[in-house]
């Protein structure tokens, strides 16, 4: 019987400024070490082999099966996040009535100044 390599396509290559787990010897995923992906080793082929992490300060060299996607990002790299959302236009003409009653209360609030 013959033995070949099954290509994963569903392998997920971290993109930089990602976080994730630095796989471990030990069995509780919570001791494992967690870094922060700071740029993509690619091998002669173009194919992502390997990942430099940053790691309490320190960069740490990894391959791409020995780290674990979690799903955090860092804020840098995020689109937009902190910008307000634009408001939507009404998607209708108002009504003549409440037009009416809109101006009848300006001009009720600006009488009682």
């Known amino acids: 019987m013959e033995s070949y390599r099954v290509k994963r396509l569903d392998a997920h290559v971290p993109e930089v400024g990602e976080v994730v787990l630095i796989l471990g010897e ?5 001791r494992w070490k967690k870094g922060k992906v700071i740029r993509i080793v ?3 082929d ?3 082999r390997g990942v430099i992490l940053l790691h309490k300060g ?5 391959p791409i ?10 804020a840098e790299h995020e689109p937009n ?3 307000c959302p634009k ?3 009404p998607t209708r003409e108002r009504r003549r009535a409440a037009a009416d009653a809109a101006s009848r209360i300006k001009n ?6």
């Open 46 to 48: 173009g194919v992502a």
């Open 65 to 74: 099966q020995s780290v674990c996607p979690l799903e955090i990002r860092s």
């Open 42 to 44: 690619k091998g002669a």
């Open 81 to 83: 996040q902190g910008a």
């Open 108 to 113: 009720i609030l600006r009488d009682d100044d």
């Open 26 to 30: 030990e069995k509780n995923r919570g």
């Open 87 to 89: 408001r939507r236009e």
């Open 58 to 62: 320190k960069q740490l060299e990894r």
